[in-house]
């Protein structure tokens, strides 16, 4: 939980750098709950807007320990409650500490839904709900899990790589830039 929230708008390569010595300092939702603010911004300053993170980590793990007895809520409408948590951070938990397939909107998935014709939105809940309505439930996490290792991959932001894209076929912005 702790993870998802600090990878809100930063890598994973720079979230990983800081987890470990993180935890060793933190090793319980108590612990970042009563954790100094000041302390914990300067911990995790290198993932980038640490001030409101700090604050969301803190909170959310407040909130886990007074509300939920320390355990994550089941469900996202719960999750999205917690300060910090969205629904992309909601879904991924749901997929991966839940095993619960789910579609996890991130910045590549926004990217390749759209370049590839499946959705014309930029705004992600909308385009969850639309995918939802083209991708086997059973399929909806390795779907997810597809589109971030394409973005990175092949269909990155800037310069997108559809020379050796094995989708380009059937690609719409491909065939836009023909």
Not at 58 to 65: D, F, H, P
């Amino acid at each position: 939980m702790i993870a998802t929230i600090l990878a809100a708008q930063s890598t994973d390569e720079r979230v990983n750098k800081i987890t470990a010595e993180l935890f060793k300092k933190y090793p319980t939702l108590e612990s970042f709950a009563e954790a100094n603010i000041s302390e914990l911004e300067n911990d995790i300053k290198p993932v980038g807007f640490y001030k409101n993170k700090a604050k969301s980590i803190k909170e959310t793990a407040r909130i886990l320990v007074e509300k939920y007895n320390g355990t994550l809520p089941t469900t996202i409408e719960e999750l999205v409650k917690l300060k910090g948590v969205g629904r992309k951070t909601a879904n991924v938990i749901m997929a991966n500490i839940y095993g619960i397939p789910s579609i996890i909107v991130d910045t590549h998935c926004k990217r390749l839904s759209n370049r590839l014709g499946l959705v014309n939105s930029k705004d992600a809940t909308k385009i969850e709900f639309e995918l939802k309505k083209i991708v086997e439930p059973q399929l909806y996490t390795i779907f997810s899990n597809l589109m971030v290792y394409h973005g990175r991959a092949v269909c990155k932001a800037i310069k997108p790589r559809c020379e050796v894209c094995t989708i380009k076929d059937v690609c719409e912005y491909f065939k836009a830039r023909k």
